[in-house]
């Protein structure tokens, strides 16, 4: 009987863990699904798809959620960058064009959060004028060096950010109004 009983515990363990898995694989599919809707699907699907689990459905709303996460993961990683590279800069223009894009991550960030609370009331214009201003942040990074005419050590970051913002407008076009 104690022996039947465990075997049964088992065997219902590994229900529960199969039940609990197969969603996760069902939301990496879904992620990619909506992603093949942007104009950068690659970059969508591999910043969204790692946090899909997280979600019990996925529709445009929560990759677009998951997509801003991921972006403002990535504003503090350029902006870590920009201090790093303003304290090693080899001149005073390139130090400045740094700071300034420090003040541009932060306005970025701002922007963000204005973004995040537009999603809870599937405010697409918000959303859409948020990214807009985060990408136009990015930008203006990437002209200061143009100005002094140095590599940019943030570029990298920038234009991802600029691609991320582009995904992020085109899903919030994906939400269905309320």
Known sequence: MAGTRAL???VLAAAVALQLAAPAAGNTAAVAEVCRNTPFPDLCTGSSGKHA???RTVDPLTVLEMQVDAFKK???AASRRAKKGAKAAANPDQKRALN???SYY???GDNLGACKRAIVFKDGVTIR?????AAQDMQNCDEEFRKVAAKNPVCDLNKSLV????NCRVLSNMIPAS
Not at 129 to 133: F, L, N, P, V
């Open 8 to 10: 049964l515990i088992v």
């Open 53 to 55: 689990a997280k979600y």
């Open 163 to 166: 691609e991320m913002s582009e």
């Open 100 to 102: 300034l894009c420090k």
């Open 129 to 133: 004028a948020t990214m807009s201003m």
């Open 74 to 76: 990535r504003v503090r």
């Open 106 to 108: 932060l306005d970025a």
